[in-house]
């Protein structure tokens, strides 16, 4: 069984910071890839940002050069810096990952979601 656990959402002021963590624990084996996605009410779950274990980052063109993600292997964890937030980055953060589990099992994995609000 595998689990993603996100942290680190809350309510900011436009233009400023927060950095959400996502901890993956379980029966992993290697996990291949780590991604962010976002739900802001009412709209389609939309792709952010990923990483894969090599280190090679993809972004939204919504987020390029405001938000960052990188990864701690040895940790399992993936992390998604956000600075000059603007109230339409207000949503739910889900985690997303790729993983090969011990029974060498592949999946993809999603958290329960950190809520990210940012006033105006």
């Known amino acids: 069984q595998v689990q993603l656990v996100e942290s680190g959402g809350g309510l900011v002021q436009a233009g400023g910071s927060l950095r959400l963590s996502c901890a993956a624990s379980g029966s992993i084996a290697t996990i291949n890839y780590m991604g962010w996605y976002r739900q802001a009410p009412g709209l389609q779950r939309e792709f952010v940002a990923g990483?894969?274990?090599?280190?090679?980052?993809n972004y939204a063109d919504s987020v390029k050069g405001r938000f960052t993600i990188s990864r701690a292997n040895a940790e399992n964890t993936v992390y998604l810096l956000m600075s000059s937030l603007k109230p339409e980055d207000t949503a739910v953060y889900h985690c997303?990952?790729?993983?090969?589990?011990?029974?060498?099992?592949?999946?993809?994995?999603w958290g329960q979601g950190t809520q990210v609000t940012v006033s105006s």
């Open positions: 990483v894969t274990r090599g280190g090679s980052t």
């Open positions: 997303n990952a790729r993983i090969t589990t011990t029974l060498i099992e592949t999946g993809d994995y």
